[in-house]
């Protein structure tokens, strides 16, 4: 059985980086998913009080659960693996 996907706090903004860069893609689906990441980085940076990184992390998962798949999320896993040692 696959691991539940889950992100820590801490890391909601670089989480946010690199689902942008994710969702900027050129795949179909990525394009019909970058509307609705677009949403979330507009309030999670508009609005930087109202959306603590518990709760902008939460919003993220929502979101990589509804449009990425498991082949993606290990690839997006390595990035940010990748700058968090940067």
Known sequence: MPRKRAMQAAEAHLWL???LTYAFGSTPAQRVARLD???VAHDATAYPD?????RLADLLLAWVEKYVS???W????ARV???RSQ
């Not at 109202?50 to 518990?54: L, S, V």
């Not at 290990?74 to 896993?77: F, H, N």
């Open 70 to 72: 498991p082949e993606d």
């Open 50 to 54: 109202d959306i603590p990184d518990g």
């Open 17 to 19: 980086e690199v689902l």
């Open 74 to 77: 290990r690839r997006l896993q």
């Open 37 to 39: 990441l677009l949403g």
């Open 81 to 83: 693996r990748k700058r």
